[in-house]
């Protein structure tokens, strides 16, 4: 989706990127202390405390894409993760899903990445294998580098290795310009090179879930809402207005 974010909260995003690589967050995956190239950070859940975040899920337009795009006719908000890739990053994202990270289950759970500079494939842009949302496969989470060990008690059955083997995938990527958004099944695997360019990629990545979303928490999910932050119940919808707000409803 071309152009799905104004210019003005873009810099205010990238504001919060430089803000969070001085004095990060609770929740980062960081391979180097310093601002230096070859640095990957990513920062998340931050919608809680951060205005600037806040103005993105509640105000920009982004909960509707993701809604209609899912075909549901509600959308609640679960997480907001920001990723900076220095110039000479080499460590890529993994190729994964994103469902095995996540206590949820559900079919119209999204996220909805959003460039805040340019990327192009080669250098830094995302990557996906075509159809791969459909495979019904359920790929252990993958450890992003600097991550700790949140990883280690995990379900799923491996990755496999699409980088080793990529030429046998059918891989679609997208070269996009700042304001530019992804969207995509939380299903679907994907990834993306380090960054080999001569700029910093910012990207902001939220997650969605529509009306078919299920709590289902699990050894090895995300920890920043825990069952003992919310009131979503096992196996049901979450209708947890603090932890997971509605954001958008036909
Ligand atoms: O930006 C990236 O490199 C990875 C993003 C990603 O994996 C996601 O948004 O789920």
Sequence with gaps: MP???????LAEIEDLADRQLADPGPWVT??????????????????RTEPAMQRFVFESGIAELAAVLMGSSTVRFYFDHLLVKEPGTESPTPWHQDIPYW???GQQICSVWVACTEA???ESSLEFVRGSHRWDRYFAPEPFTGESAWTADFVGERCPDIEATRHTWDIVGFDVDPGDALVFSSWIV??????SGTQRRTALSTRWLGDDAVWAPHPGCDPSVTQDDTTAIPGEYPADDDRFPLTWSA
């Design 103 to 105: 206590p949820f289950l």
């Design 190 to 195: 994907h990834g993306s090179p380090g960054n």
């Design 3 to 9: 152009n799905a974010v104004d210019a003005d909260l």
């Design 120 to 122: 192009s494939v080669p």
């Design 30 to 47: 960081d391979t180097g202390p310093e601002p230096a190239a070859g640095r990957l950070f990513t920062t998340r859940y931050l919608w």
